[in-house]
């Protein structure tokens, strides 16, 4: 019995996500379907490109009714979407990790020092994006290679609004 012939489908589809306050993020396979999209929700929707090549523009924002480039340029994405949302973290833009996460990233994938993307995001001193990984079910007590906690990393770095995001939620030292 011979096999069933399917059209051959792009190696990498091209994924642009519309994350709007208020709103989940929603993945469009077209620009210009997630510029409208954006457009509809108004200013201050950014558009993210997750499947930007390294050094290109990954965020665009709508200003003025048009999407304009934000500062934030991309890494290699064709990488594991898990070490994706660690990235994203370390741009210390929301919308990346919202972004990511919508695209089924793994809140809890660690990089080679044994940190999540939770960590990093307390690093980069962004609450808004440890409130979406909270939110997502990331690992409050878990450790680094060293023994820090998201919580621990927050206190040690004088970031006290973030250390009571995480104690609020759970997080133990």
Not at 85 to 100: D, R
Not at 108 to 130: I, N, Y
């Amino acid at each position: 019995m011979t096999q069933p012939s399917f059209p051959a489908r792009p190696a990498v589809a091209r994924r642009y996500y519309v994350v709007a306050r208020g709103a989940a993020p929603v993945g469009y396979d077209l620009l210009d379907v997630a510029i409208t999209v954006a457009r509809q929700y108004g200013e201050g929707t950014d558009i993210v490109d997750t499947l930007a090549t390294a050094y290109q523009p990954m965020v665009q924002r709508i200003v003025d009714g048009q999407p304009t480039y934000r500062e934030f340029g991309a890494w290699p994405t064709h990488a594991a979407p898990d070490q994706n949302l660690i990235e994203a973290a370390k741009k210390g833009c929301p919308a990346i990790v919202s972004a990511f996460l919508a695209k089924g990233a793994d809140v809890h994938a660690r990089d080679a020092r044994g940190a999540t993307a939770l960590m990093w995001a307390v690093v980069r001193r962004v609450p808004e994006s440890v409130e979406l990984l909270i939110a997502a079910g990331a690992d409050l007590n878990a450790r680094d290679r060293d023994g820090m906690t998201a919580l621990t990393l927050a206190r040690s770095k004088n970031l006290p609004a973030i250390a009571e995001l995480l104690a609020a939620a759970g997080a133990s030292a």
